[in-house]
C-alpha cells in the first residue's frame, strides 16, 4: 500500500493544482494566493461552491486533528510539512502523502520489532 499512497500523493497535487495553474495563468492570481479576496469571492461564488467549500474546510479541520493524533501515536515527524503541503496544495495530495508516512512507521516499528 506504501507505494500506492506515494503515487495518489503525487496525482492528489497535480491533478487538482492543473486548475490552480491555468487560474494563475489567466488571472495572475498565482497559486490563488495573490488575490485572497478573489480566491474567496470565486470559492463562495454561489451555494453549490460554497457546500463544497463548507464540506471541504470542515474535512480539513478533522484531517488536522486525526493527523496530529496518529503523528504523536507512530512518531511521526514530518507532519508540519503534511500541513504546509496540505494548506498549499490541498487535502487531494496531503492526505494520500500522510498515509504514505503511516504505512513507512508500520514497516519501521516492525523492522525495529
Not at 26 to 36: A, F, H, M, R, S
Amino acid at each position: 500500500m506504501k507505494r500506492i499512497y506515494l503515487a495518489l500523493t503525487g496525482l492528489g497535487f497535480v491533478l487538482p493544482n492543473f486548475f490552480v495553474v491555468k487560474v494563475s495563468v489567466e488571472t495572475g492570481n498565482y497559486l490563488l494566493y495573490t488575490k485572497p479576496l478573489e480566491t474567496f469571492r470565486a470559492m463562495f461564488a454561489n451555494d453549490t461552491a460554497s457546500a463544497f467549500m463548507v464540506d471541504l474546510l470542515f474535512v480539513v479541520f478533522v484531517f488536522l486533528l486525526w493527523t496530529y493524533k496518529k503523528a504523536k501515536e507512530y512518531k511521526i515527524k514530518q507532519l508540519g510539512l503534511v500541513w504546509v503541503l496540505t494548506f498549499a496544495l490541498g487535502l487531494a495530495g496531503g492526505f494520500p502523502m500522510f498515509l504514505y508516512l503511516i504505512e513507512k512507521a508500520k514497516e519501521k516499528r516492525l523492522d525495529d520489532g
